[in-house]
Every structure is written in C-alpha cells, then in structure tokens.
C-alpha cells in the first residue's frame, strides 16, 4: 500500500478545533475518498505517494537555501514504530492565511525533469511528480479563493 497524502479543506472557524483534534476533520478511509467513484470525491487533495517528490521540489527557493513556503503543504513524515512496518501517521493545520501563502508560492513552481527528480526518488518520474505538482497546485488556488485552511496526513 505505501504511505499516502491526503488533504481536506476546513473553515476559518474549525482552525482551532482541528489544532486541539484533527481527526474529526479527516476521513475514515480517505484513499476510498481518493479512488471512490468521481461523482462521490469529497473535495480534497490526494498526493499519492508524490508528497516526497514535492518536499524536494518545494524545499529550496533560492541560492540560500531557504524552504519555500510551499513545504508547508507537504512537510512531515510519519514515524516508524515497531518491527513489522508499523508507523504514526503526520497531521497537520494550515489556516486560511497560510493556505493563501502557499497559494501564491506553489504556482511559481516549475515542473521537475526526470533527471533532477531520480536523484531524489530513484524510482519516481518526472511525469507522476508533476502531475501532482499541478493537482496541488489546483487545489491550493481554488482553496485560497474560497477563503479556506486545511487538514491533512501523510499515513
């Protein structure tokens, strides 16, 4: 199966509670949300297992090794418990204001080449990462015009 993103969009006023308890805010079975019959999606944002790929390619933003802001989308990473694979998954909050942030940085993110993105993910592709690249794009536009935050997971 393979550890999976996936976001949510929550408003302004649930900012709060989603920070003291996020997972009201999260589906049960989100990758049944992600591959469910289009017609009955939630509106959320599905990275597969792309949220690596764009951890590099949100991570520097210029010759000063500064993280974009973007990296807040996607930053984090479970936590390995355990023998056999177990893990806890990541969640976390962005408000509206920090969605409106990512907004703005993520659309200035230039598709990767296969060359650069192998470096980073061996077995990944510059087409898998850039089509999340622009689902996430998307979503993140869409969101900060409706004024929106967000809850997501990486698990």
Not at 21 to 29: E, G, N, R, V
Not at 102 to 113: F, Q, R, S
Request: proline share 7%.
């Amino acid at each position: 199966m393979g550890i999976r993103y996936y976001a949510y969009p929550i408003h302004a006023e649930d900012v709060g509670s989603a920070r003291r308890d996020p997972y009201p805010f999260l589906s049960d079975d989100p990758l049944a949300d992600a591959w469910g019959p289009k017609d009955q999606r939630p509106r959320m944002l599905y990275l597969d297992k792309a949220w690596r790929e764009l951890q590099f390619m949100f991570a520097v933003k210029d010759d000063h090794l500064q993280p974009r802001i973007s990296l807040e989308l996607v930053k984090g990473n479970v936590t390995p418990i355990g023998p056999y694979h177990a893990h806890i998954g990541f969640v976390h909050v962005l408000t509206p204001d920090l969605v409106r942030e990512i907004a703005e940085d993520i659309v200035l993110v230039e598709p990767v080449d296969d060359d650069t993105i192998k470096k980073v993910c061996s077995y990944s592709s510059a087409d898998y990462a850039n089509t999340y690249l622009r689902a996430a794009q998307e979503f993140m536009t869409t969101l900060s015009r409706d004024g929106l935050g967000l809850v997501y997971t990486i698990r």
